[in-house]
T-cell receptor
Framework: EDKVVQSPLSLVVHEGDTVTLNCSYE??????LLWYKQEKKAPTFLFML????IEKKSGRLSSILDKKELFSILNITATQTGDSAVYLC??????????????FGKGTLLTVNP | NAGVMQNPRHLVRRRGQEARLRCSPM?????VYWYRQLPEEGLKFMVY????????ESGMPKERFSAEFPKEGPSILRIQQVVRGDSAAYFC???????????FGQGTRLTVV
C-alpha cells in the first residue's frame, strides 16, 4: 500500500527561526511530490517536485526531493506568525502518464509564536 | 481568476438524507478531483473526473456515493442516505491537465446528525 509519512507531526517555533519539515514516501510508479499549506481553508499549492536534487524556491520557502532515498524536505527561513499552518506532503503516481491520484501524508502542524 | 469554488461551505444533514456537494473548477481547468478529509486523517482520494467522464473512482465507497461532471455546470458529489461516518471535510481540486499540480477549493464540511 502506498504510504506518505511526514515528520514531525507538530512543531512550535519562535518568529525568525528556520524550520525543516520532512516527508518520506513509499509509492509505486512515483511521478511527483507536492507540498501544500493548509490553514483553516483550502490547501494552497506550494511546490511540485519531479526531479532529484533540484531545489525549488519561493521567497522564504524552499524544497528539494531525493528520489534515491525517497524523501523530500520543506525549509522555511525567518519564520513569521503567518507561516502557522498544517503543511501537507502528497505524492502523485504515474498512472498511464497522469498524475492525478495524490496520496497525502497526515501533515505537520507548524505554530510560529511571536 | 477565481479559484476553485465549492458550495456550500457547511452542510448539516440528518441520517438518511441526501447530501449534494458542488464544485466549480478554476477557469480553463477540465480535470476535477474529489478528496475526503476525516478527523485526524490525511486527505484521501475519492474520484477523478473530466467533462462528462469518470476517469477513476477507485477511492469512492461502493454504495451511496456518486459523482458527476456534466458538460455544463459544476461537478457534483452526491451522498445518499448519509450516516454519521460520512461527516468529514470534502475537498474538490482542479487542474488544467492530468500532470500538473492540483488547486484545491475551500472544502465543504459535512456534518451528519
Amino acid at each position: 500500500e502506498d504510504k506518505v509519512v511526514q515528520s514531525p507531526l507538530s512543531l512550535v517555533v519562535h518568529e525568525g527561526d528556520t524550520v525543516t519539515l520532512n516527508c518520506s514516501y513509499e509509492v509505486t510508479n512515483f511521478r511527483s511530490l507536492l507540498w501544500y499549506k493548509q490553514e483553516k481553508k483550502a490547501p494552497t499549492f506550494l511546490f511540485m517536485l519531479t526531479s532529484s536534487g533540484i531545489e525549488k524556491k519561493s521567497g522564504r520557502l524552499s524544497s528539494i526531493l531525493d528520489k534515491k532515498e525517497l524523501f523530500s524536505i520543506l525549509n522555511i527561513t525567518a519564520t513569521q506568525t503567518g507561516d502557522s499552518a498544517v503543511y501537507l506532503c502528497a505524492v502523485g503516481k504515474n498512472s498511464g502518464g497522469s498524475n492525478y491520484k495524490l496520496t497525502f501524508g497526515k501533515g505537520t502542524l507548524l505554530t510560529v509564536n511571536p | 481568476n477565481a479559484g476553485v469554488m465549492q458550495n456550500p461551505r457547511h452542510l448539516v444533514r440528518r441520517r438518511g438524507q441526501e447530501a449534494r456537494l458542488r464544485c466549480s473548477p478554476m477557469k480553463g481547468h477540465s480535470h476535477v478531483y474529489w478528496y475526503r478529509q476525516l478527523p485526524e486523517e490525511g486527505l484521501k482520494f475519492m474520484v477523478y473526473l473530466q467533462k462528462e467522464n469518470i476517469i477513476d473512482e477507485s477511492g469512492m465507497p461502493k454504495e451511496r456515493f456518486s459523482a458527476e461532471f456534466p458538460k455544463e455546470g459544476p461537478s457534483i458529489l452526491r451522498i445518499q442516505q448519509v450516516v454519521r461516518g460520512d461527516s468529514a471535510a470534502y475537498f474538490c481540486a482542479s487542474s488544467p491537465s492530468s500532470t500538473g499540480g492540483a488547486f484545491f477549493g475551500q472544502g465543504t464540511r459535512l456534518t451528519v446528525v
